[in-house]
């Protein structure tokens, strides 16, 4: 199953508004994502890898949020701050690269400036037709 950019941005948006509400804070500029491919794995049966990239617009953040996958960033411009729950926060440049694991809650996923762009690759290790990005548990 794909997900096109529209249902994916949809998904994130929906996610970000729940996530700013609950918290009673103002939303951050939100991310740019554009899927890139999604290919089944026939080697793998029913897991699949999806690649999307991500731009940060200046100050811009995700909500809080998590995958069911292995998530594979590498930072292409700009600086990425990334963190899960009960890891440290890192601040990743160009050429770095950041691995979430499929039980992990992404917490932290921002740019570290407020003044420059930052764009990443996604690479994620799934099961088939599970969405990119999940709600918090």
């Known amino acids: 199953m794909r997900l096109s950019p529209l249902l994916f941005g949809f998904a994130l948006s929906a996610a970000s508004m729940g996530t700013s509400l609950a918290a009673g804070k103002t939303t951050a500029p939100e991310p740019i994502v554009t899927p890139v491919m999604t290919k089944a794995l026939e080697d793998h049966p029913g897991k699949e890898v999806t690649i999307l990239t991500v731009e940060y617009p200046p100050?811009?953040?995700?909500?809080?949020?998590?995958h069911d996958a292995h998530g594979f960033v590498y930072v292409l411009e700009g600086s990425i701050v990334m963190g899960v729950e009960g890891g440290p926060e890192?601040?990743?440049?160009?050429?770095?690269?950041?691995?979430e694991g499929p039980r992990d809650l992404h917490t932290v996923g921002r740019n570290a400036s407020n003044t420059k762009p930052a764009k990443f690759v996604v690479f994620l290790l799934k099961d088939v037709g599970k969405p990119p990005v999940l709600p918090p548990k």
């Open 90 to 99: 890192v601040t990743l440049k160009p050429g770095e690269a950041f691995h």
């Open 59 to 66: 100050g811009g953040a995700d909500p809080v949020h998590r």
